[in-house]
């Protein structure tokens, strides 16, 4: 219901930007959201917005990373620049909305591997 793409091997310095459409068995969409789990850590919140289009970051990513959506596509993204080794994670999206199969609630995108390496 949620398919993500964007991710990458990128130098550090580099950028990447990461889409997640959701499809149309999800509406209703409020929240938004990107996070990202490293090897051997729990996974964690980079970024969401809400239908309003308000925004929050981990402090992390903050003036690196710019989180947006496009609501008549369904789509979110997450715009990476100046991105360091330690950004190397799998990066989620997740989005709060109404699914025709489970109902309201939260949902997950399958992941993309973003890899910072020289």
């Known amino acids: 219901q949620l398919q993500a793409s964007g991710g990458g091997l990128v130098q550090p310095g580099g950028s990447l930007r990461l889409s997640c459409a959701a499809s149309?068995?999800?509406?209703?969409?409020?929240?938004m959201g990107w996070y990202r789990q490293a090897p051997g850590k729990q996974r964690g919140l980079v970024a969401t917005?809400?239908?309003?289009?308000?925004?929050n970051y981990a402090d992390s990513v903050k003036g690196r990373f710019t989180i947006s959506r496009e609501n008549a596509k369904n789509t979110v993204y997450l715009q990476m620049n100046s991105l360091k080794p330690e950004d190397t994670a799998v990066y989620y999206c997740?989005?709060?909305?109404?699914?025709?199969?489970?109902?309201?609630?939260?949902?997950w995108g399958q992941g993309t591997q973003v890899t910072v390496s020289s």
């Open positions: 149309r068995t999800i509406s209703r969409i409020s929240v």
């Open positions: 997740h989005v709060v909305g109404y699914g025709i199969v489970s109902g309201y609630g939260g949902y």
């Open positions: 917005v809400t239908n309003s289009g308000g925004t």
